[in-house]
């Protein structure tokens, strides 16, 4: 038990460490103390701007180059245009955090399927073979598939195992599909399948190179993020 303790207290004074080195060095970069920084270790979504404008990043980009740091502040700032956020996005999701902060896989709680859940279930179980068909050739298996009710600000995420070397679930989002209707839904899902297709490659499942070269063949945006609301919305 002390062991085990002391290794928690070591875990939690480097996390402080990066959280505190990482906040520093956006600030040296620009950022400015109105934009809320919330720190994570989801190697899903790596960067992610809520809708409450709080920035949202993995911890390991405490360890990246001044080069990603400046992307870092120049896709927070409220005024970049949209070209100049997506030059951003290709130099933060090329740093491998995972190299750095290993993503852990936090228990949660199974959500309860509500009533239209198992239709909705196999309506996503449908449209994954038929785009594994499409798009894969069909070699992808078959991956549980689950509906979120927790998922606030992302559409979707791919569960591997612990070791990152098999796909265990792909979640989508409750919201996501009411808000959005199918054809979004589509999307999302082809883009964790994408994921899918990397871990079942023996590639790491981050929004890289070989991620965008994959996002285009299969015609989806190849971007980490992607915001719909303000999609539909002419800036």
Same mark, same amino acid.
């Given at each position: 038990?002390?062991?085990? +303790? ?9 996390? &402080? ?20 920084? &919330? ?8 960067? +992610?701007?809520?809708? *409450? ?5 993995? /911890?390991?980009?405490?360890? !990246? !180059? ?13 005024? +970049? ?26 228990? /949660? ?13 196999? /309506? ?48 989508? +989002? ?38 965008? *070269? ?14 719909? /609301? ?6």
């Amino acid at each position: 038990m002390l062991r085990k +303790s002391r290794r928690a207290w070591a875990e939690a004074a480097a996390r &402080e460490a990066d959280e505190a080195l990482l906040r520093h060095r956006l600030a040296e970069a620009g950022l400015g103390p109105e934009r809320p920084i &919330e720190i994570h270790e989801n190697h899903t979504v790596l960067v +992610s701007l809520t809708p *409450r404008g709080v920035l949202r990043l993995h /911890r390991g980009y405490a360890y !990246s !180059s001044d080069r990603v740091i400046r992307a870092l502040v120049a896709f927070a700032q409220p005024n +970049s245009r949209y070209g100049e956020q997506r030059r951003a996005e290709l130099v933060i999701v090329d740093f491998p955090v995972d190299e750095y902060v290993r993503a852990r896989r936090r228990p /949660r709680r199974s959500d309860r399927l509500r009533r239209g859940d198992r239709g909705l279930l196999t /309506r996503l179980e449908e449209l994954h073979e038929e785009l594994n068909r499409r798009h894969f050739d069909g070699k992808l298996r078959a991956v549980a598939l689950r509906l979120s009710g927790r998922m606030r600000t992302r559409l979707g995420e791919l569960t591997v195992d612990v070791g990152g070397h098999a796909p265990l679930e792909i979640a989508i +989002s409750r919201r996501h599909i009411d808000r959005d209707g199918w054809e979004e839904v589509e999307h999302t899902l082809l883009h964790e399948m994408v994921h899918q297709w990397q871990v079942e490659s023996g590639r790491e499942a981050d929004h890289g190179a070989a991620f965008r *070269r994959k996002a285009r063949e299969v015609g989806i945006e190849p971007v980490a993020i992607r915001d719909i /609301r303000e999609e539909r919305r002419p800036a």
